[in-house]
C-alpha cells in the first residue's frame, strides 16, 4: 500500500486554503524514495497490482454486507485519463456489484429539473460500487465557464449569474453528499491533474495514431483554450466542497501508472476502513445448511 502521508498529499483538506498550483500533475517520486528512481513506476505497479486483488475482497464483502455503498467521482480535463484509470482500477471487480455512469449533455427532461435530479437516478445500489465519470460537477464547471449552458436552471427574475448563484450550488451539493453519507453512500472525488502540456502531447499522439483517432473530437481542442478559466472553476468547487464526508482527491495525471495507483489505493483502504461483515448464519438457517449436507453427502 501507498503510505498514508503520501496518499494526505493528495486529500483536500476541508477549510483550508486550496490551490492547484500546489499539487503536481507530474508528480512520480516521493514515497518511493526508498526504492530508488529507476524503481519508481515498477513499486507503482506493485502497489496496483495488490490493491486491485484487495479490492476484489473488499467490494465482494461489501456486496455481501449490503449496508453501505460506495460512489466514486471522476472530473478531468479531456485526455487527463479518466477512462483509462476507471478501466484498470475496476478491472478486477464483479460486474454484478459495480455500476459506471458516464453524463452527456444534459437532455430537455434533464434541463426541465433541478441540476442534481439526473445523477440522483443513478446512485448505486447498498452494496454496490457507483461511478461517475463526469458528475453533478459539471454544472459548477462547464456551465460555470459557459454560463449559457444553464439555460432554464439559470437564475429567476433576472437575477445576475455570479458568486453568490455559484456559492448556493456548492452548498447545494455538499447538503446532497451529506445526505448521501447519512444514508450509507460513501463518496469519493477524484480530480485527474494533468497538465496543459501533457494534455498537449496525448491530443497529438490521439492525432498520430489512426486508432486513437476516434478519441479526438475538436470541441476538445476548443476547450483546451479555456484552460485558465477552467482551472479556477476546479479550484473554486473543489475548495468550497471538499469535506469530511465527500472528500477530494487532487491525484497527479501526467503519469499514468501513478493514477491508477494511488486511486486504487484510496478506493481499496476507504472500503476496507468500512464496518463490514459477512452476514451472520441464524441457528434456523445452520439447521437447513446441516439438512443439506446429509442430502449431498448421501447421494
Request: hydrophobic share 40%.
Given at each position: 500500500?501507498i503510505?498514508?502521508?503520501v496518499?494526505?498529499?493528495f486529500?483536500v483538506a ?7 498550483k500546489?499539487h503536481n500533475?507530474?508528480?512520480?517520486q ?6 530508488g528512481?529507476?524503481?519508481v ?5 506493485e502497489v ?9 475482497a473488499?467490494?465482494?464483502?461489501l ?7 460506495v460512489l ?13 484509470t ?7 471487480v464483479?460486474p454484478?456489484g459495480c ?9 430537455a427532461?434533464?434541463?426541465?429539473h433541478?441540476?442534481?435530479?439526473r445523477?440522483t437516478?443513478?446512485?448505486p445500489?447498498?452494496g454496490r ?9 459539471e454544472d459548477?464547471?462547464?456551465?460555470k465557464v ?5 439555460g432554464?436552471?439559470a ?8 458568486k453568490?448563484?455559484?456559492e448556493g ?8 453528499e451529506r ?6 453512500t460513501?463518496v469519493?472525488?477524484f ?7 501533457e ?6 499522439e490521439r492525432?498520430d495514431?489512426?486508432?486513437?483517432n476516434w478519441?479526438f473530437?475538436p ?5 483546451r483554450?479555456?484552460?485558465d ?7 473554486d ?5 471538499s469535506?469530511?464526508?465527500a472528500?477530494?482527491?487532487?491525484v497527479?495525471?501526467d503519469?499514468?501508472w ?7 489505493d484510496v478506493v481499496?483502504?476507504t472500503?476496507?476502513g468500512?464496518d ?7 441457528p434456523e438457517?445452520k439447521?437447513?445448511l ?7 453427502d448421501?447421494?
Open positions: 500500500m503510505r498514508k502521508d496518499i494526505d498529499l486529500r476541508p477549510g483550508k486554503k486550496f490551490r492547484l500546489d500533475p507530474g508528480w512520480k516521493e514515497g518511493f524514495e526508498d526504492f528512481k529507476d524503481a513506476k515498477e513499486r507503482a505497479e496496483l497490482a495488490r490493491s486491485l486483488a484487495d479490492l476484489a473488499a467490494q465482494e464483502l456486496y455481501a454486507d449490503g449496508r453501505q455503498s466514486l467521482v471522476f472530473q478531468a480535463m479531456d485526455a487527463a485519463g479518466k477512462d483509462g476507471i478501466k484498470h482500477v475496476m478491472s478486477g464483479n454484478q455500476q459506471v455512469f458516464s453524463f452527456k449533455k444534459p437532455s427532461e434533464d434541463l426541465a433541478n441540476f442534481l435530479w445523477y437516478k443513478c446512485l445500489e447498498r460500487i457507483g461511478i461517475f465519470n463526469r458528475s453533478y460537477y459548477v464547471l462547464v456551465v459557459h454560463p449559457e449552458l444553464l432554464r436552471n437564475p429567476r427574475d433576472g437575477d445576475k449569474v455570479g453568490k448563484f455559484w450550488r456548492y452548498e447545494d451539493i455538499n447538503a446532497f445526505h448521501l453519507a447519512r444514508n450509507g460513501v469519493l472525488k480530480f485527474l491533474n494533468v497538465s496543459k502540456d494534455q498537449k502531447r496525448r491530443f497529438l492525432l495514431r489512426p486508432e486513437k478519441k473530437s470541441s476538445d481542442l476548443a476547450e483554450g479555456y484552460w478559466d477552467y482551472m479556477r472553476a476546479y479550484e468547487a473543489i475548495a468550497a466542497t469535506t469530511d464526508a472528500p477530494w482527491y487532487v497527479p495525471a503519469y499514468k501513478v493514477t491508477r495507483a494511488v486511486v486504487a481499496t483502504t472500503i476496507r468500512l463490514l461483515a459477512y452476514p451472520e448464519v441464524s438457517q439447521k437447513l446441516a439438512e443439506a449436507r446429509k442430502k449431498l448421501a447421494e
